[in-house]
């Protein structure tokens, strides 16, 4: 295959703001938008701290995002569908586009692609539907003061609901909105790896443009845990930290550092514009980065324990370095998955150093986790966007870390040139995924 894959557009919201400027400018300050949860009643929880989208003062929702005549559409999208819908409205405009979404209803302007030349690829995760809708409609199925009546619930329970439920928490409806806003007819594809999701997605989109079935994808992640059910299934399964309001962020989450207390989620939408490199350039768009190689892998779990093995980690990045034809020292950073539990960042820089040796402790990292949380599914978008502008700006952002063996990761402060830079996302579940971007000359 010699047909070449760029990201010509940017497409982020997360805590630090809407926009991938937003989150540019934010990483250069080392700024967090992680504070204390707001948008929902978390007092009861053990952990109060996350990496909400908007405030109280600027709400976030997808009305502001989609042209006037889908708004009502927005009634039936989950969180994780408006924040994949506004991260595609961003890459678009980003990227110089005209779509069915941006081109006035009335307008006899043709669209930069025809439709089926467009594809779009989404990792998304199952989608917590809201309390207040279930409890609605379990609250009549109810026999006692703690049983629910299953009987009930099929016979008249599950009426409380509106008709169009189920399509608000489908997966596959972030691509499906997003398809039907810009108009993309190409393979379309929904891929449900918790933090690898959108590295997975983005490599898939570069597969389906090698290989001539699409000159455009949309690509990259969106999912939001900022919920009751979400955020108690993050406590359960071990992956936050216990804090309250009045912790700060630095003093809980510290990638790679073994005194850590833990992890903290976030909600966030990112997605790019891949294009085919011929086509790209033909109508005068700007590259940030080209897609040099992409590598997926899976750990085993250990029987009895939460957290597997490394090596999915390290074939991930081994695979990702062959499909791009270098080796370990071609990569003058990393952005890894870093979330700042002990246990799982162990994992991971044991991969590294055995992938990179004595030179990891010269690679600046780039952990996103401080910033805006683990966002799982939306993770990887954000981690292929910073090394985007990272390569574009030839700029390492001052909060980058170096990792130096048996002690707590050091401040990143050698400069170097940006030729290629490697993102990973690996999960507890043993999903990994790797990418490598290269600078466009």
Same mark, same amino acid.
């Given at each position: 295959?010699? %047909? !070449?894959?760029?990201?010509?557009?940017?497409?982020?919201?997360?805590?630090?703001?809407?926009?991938?400027?937003?989150?540019?400018?934010?990483?250069?300050?080392?700024? =967090?938008?992680?504070?204390?949860?707001?948008?929902?009643?978390?007092?009861?929880?053990?952990?109060? $701290?996350?990496?909400?989208?908007?405030?109280?003062?600027?709400?976030?929702?997808?009305?502001?995002?989609?042209?006037?005549?889908?708004?009502?559409?927005?009634?039936?999208?989950?969180?994780?569908?408006? $924040?994949?819908?506004?991260?595609?409205?961003?890459?678009?405009?980003?990227?110089?586009?005209? @779509?069915?979404?941006?081109?006035?209803?009335?307008?006899?302007?043709?669209?930069?692609?025809?439709?089926?030349?467009?594809?779009?690829?989404?990792?998304?995760?199952?989608?917590?539907?809201?309390?207040?809708?279930?409890?609605?409609?379990?609250?009549?199925?109810?026999?006692?003061?703690?049983?629910?009546?299953?009987?009930?619930?099929?016979?008249?329970?599950?009426?409380?609901?509106?008709?169009?439920?189920?399509?608000?928490?489908? #997966?596959?409806?972030?691509?499906?909105?997003?398809?039907?806003?810009?108009?993309?007819?190409?393979?379309? /594809?929904? +891929? @449900?790896?918790?933090?690898?999701?959108?590295?997975?997605?983005?490599?898939?989109?570069?597969?389906?443009?090698?290989?001539?079935?699409?000159?455009?994808?949309?690509?990259?992640?969106?999912?939001?845990?900022? /919920?009751?059910?979400?955020?108690?299934?993050?406590?359960?399964?071990?992956?936050?930290?216990?804090?309250?309001?009045?912790? =700060?962020?630095?003093?809980?989450?510290?990638?790679?550092?073994?005194? =850590?207390?833990?992890?903290?989620?976030?909600?966030?939408?990112?997605?790019?514009?891949?294009?085919?490199?011929?086509?790209?350039?033909?109508?005068?768009?700007?590259?940030?980065?080209? $897609?040099?190689?992409?590598?997926?892998?899976?750990?085993?779990?250990? #029987?009895?324990?939460? +957290?597997?093995?490394?090596?999915?980690?390290?074939?991930?990045?081994?695979?990702?370095?062959?499909?791009?034809?270098?080796?370990?020292?071609?990569?003058?950073?990393?952005?890894?998955?870093?979330?700042?539990?002990?246990?799982?960042?162990?994992?991971?820089?044991?991969?590294?150093?055995?992938?990179?040796?004595?030179?990891?402790?010269?690679?600046?990292?780039?952990?996103?986790?401080?910033?805006?949380?683990?966002?799982?599914?939306?993770?990887?978008?954000?981690?292929?966007?910073?090394?985007?502008?990272?390569?574009?700006?030839?700029?390492?952002?001052?909060?980058?870390? @170096?990792?130096?063996?048996?002690?707590?990761?050091?401040?990143?402060?050698?400069? %170097?040139? $940006?030729?290629?830079?490697?993102?990973?996302?690996?999960?507890?579940?043993?999903? !990994?995924?790797?990418?490598?971007?290269?600078?466009?000359?």
């Amino acid at each position: 295959m010699d %047909r !070449n894959v760029v990201i010509t557009g940017l497409g982020a919201v997360s805590a630090l703001g809407v926009g991938a400027a937003s989150l540019w400018e934010g990483l250069l300050k080392g700024a =967090s938008g992680i504070r204390p949860i707001a948008g929902f009643d978390a007092s009861g929880f053990p952990c109060r $701290l996350g990496g909400e989208v908007g405030s109280a003062d600027q709400p976030f929702s997808a009305k502001d995002h989609v042209p006037k005549h889908y708004r009502k559409a927005v009634k039936v999208m989950a969180r994780d569908i408006e $924040l994949a819908v506004a991260a595609a409205k961003a890459a678009v405009v980003d990227a110089g586009l005209a @779509t069915r979404a941006t081109l006035p209803e009335d307008s006899t302007d043709p669209a930069t692609y025809r439709g089926e030349r467009m594809g779009c690829h989404i990792g998304a995760g199952l989608i917590a539907a809201e309390a207040d809708e279930l409890a609605e409609a379990l609250a009549s199925a109810r026999t006692g003061e703690d049983a629910v009546d299953l009987k009930k619930w099929g016979s008249g329970g599950m009426e409380s609901l509106t008709p169009l439920w189920l399509l608000k928490y489908l #997966p596959n409806m972030l691509a499906c909105h997003v398809t039907i806003l810009h108009g993309c007819e190409g393979p379309s /594809n929904t +891929i @449900t790896c918790a933090e690898a999701s959108g590295l997975l997605s983005i490599g898939e989109s570069m597969r389906v443009i090698e290989r001539g079935s699409a000159d455009l994808c949309f690509s990259g992640g969106a999912e939001s845990r900022m /919920n009751y059910m979400g955020l108690l299934r993050m406590d359960f399964a071990g992956r936050v930290a216990r804090c309250g309001p009045g912790d =700060s962020v630095s003093d809980v989450l510290r990638p790679f550092d073994p005194t =850590s207390r833990g992890g903290l989620i976030g909600e966030a939408g990112g997605l790019v514009i891949l294009e085919e490199e011929g086509t790209a350039k033909a109508r005068g768009a700007r590259a940030y980065a080209r $897609l040099a190689g992409i590598g997926a892998g899976h750990s085993l779990q250990r #029987p009895g324990t939460p +957290i597997v093995s490394d090596d999915g980690y390290r074939y991930a990045v081994e695979n990702a370095l062959q499909d791009a034809r270098i080796g370990p020292e071609s990569i003058d950073a990393i952005i890894p998955t870093g979330f700042g539990i002990p246990a799982l960042d162990a994992a991971e820089a044991a991969a590294l150093a055995t992938i990179f040796g004595p030179s990891l402790a010269s690679i600046p990292l780039m952990p996103l986790a401080p910033a805006v949380g683990n966002c799982l599914a939306g993770t990887g978008a954000l981690q292929a966007i910073t090394a985007a502008l990272m390569l574009h700006h030839q700029m390492v952002p001052p909060s980058a870390i @170096t990792l130096v063996a048996g002690g707590a990761p050091k401040s990143a402060t050698k400069s %170097r040139a $940006l030729k290629r830079i490697l993102a990973v996302s690996g999960t507890p579940g043993g999903q !990994n995924a790797a990418i490598v971007l290269e600078a466009v000359a």
